[in-house]
């Protein structure tokens, strides 16, 4: 079975600085099968990334997603106020299951 | 607008059964998964189950086979998820969420999430 590790476990940035979070599965994912989501305290996950790299509707440019098979990132180019909170990889394609997240929070 | 609504927030004893429903709107409810994810307190996510509403179909997380029921009925637009037997551990934010019916795709919409609180 998959499993999916995401690192680091905190990310402490300031705003305008960038983020790059990883995402690493055992086991190789299928087609690229791996989506990015961001959720905020009291909300639910909000779709950023599906298919390893594509934005989902809605969802600006500085976001963007890479990688394949086994390792994946998710870049923040520019840290926005609204941009912290935290982050999820999932994978959707023979498996349904989350990584446990990585917090970004302002330093 | 595309939106999932759910119920609001329950309270069960330990032993208890506990059902969640999760009510479609602005899109065609048989066009779309249905999926259940849970999280507890302070953690991370975790898938539980889906239905195809179309054909009425579903799947469940092994953890939880045996323990679940996904439902839905067409004629209103709404899915249920009920959760037996249910243990202290099952407290969490249980949400629906939706998929395109072209298997695979991501989770796109989410319902606002329903507190479930499982205590003695």
């Not at chain 1, 402490?12 to 099968?33: I, K, Q």
Request: positive net charge.
């Amino acid at each position: 079975e998959i499993v999916l590790t995401q690192s680091p476990g905190t990310l402490s940035l300031s705003p305008g600085e960038r983020a790059t979070l990883s995402c690493r599965a055992r086991g190789s994912v299928s087609n690229n099968y791996l989506a990015w989501y961001q959720q905020k305290p009291g909300q639910p996950p909000r779709l950023l990334i599906y298919g390893a790299s594509s934005r989902a509707t809605g969802v600006p440019d500085r976001f963007r997603g890479s990688g394949a098979e086994t390792d994946f990132t998710l870049t923040i180019s520019r840290l926005e106020p609204e941009d912290f909170g935290v982050y999820y990889c999932q994978q959707y394609g023979t498996s349904l299951l989350f990584g446990g997240g990585t917090k970004v929070e302002i330093k | 607008q595309v939106q999932l609504v759910q119920s609001g927030a329950e309270v069960r004893k330990p032993g208890a059964s506990v059902r969640v429903s999760c009510k479609a709107s602005g899109y065609t409810f048989t066009d779309y998964y249905i999926h259940w994810v849970r999280q507890a307190p302070g953690q991370g996510l975790e898938w539980v189950a889906w239905i195809n509403p179309n054909r009425g179909g579903t799947d469940s997380a092994q953890k939880f086979q045996g323990r679940v029921t996904i439902t839905r009925d067409t004629s209103i637009d709404t899915a249920y998820v009920e959760l037996s037997s249910l243990r202290s551990d099952d407290t969490a934010v249980y949400y629906c969420t939706r998929s395109g019916i072209l298997w695979p795709r991501a989770f796109d919409v989410w319902g606002q999430g329903t507190m479930v609180i499982v205590s003695s």
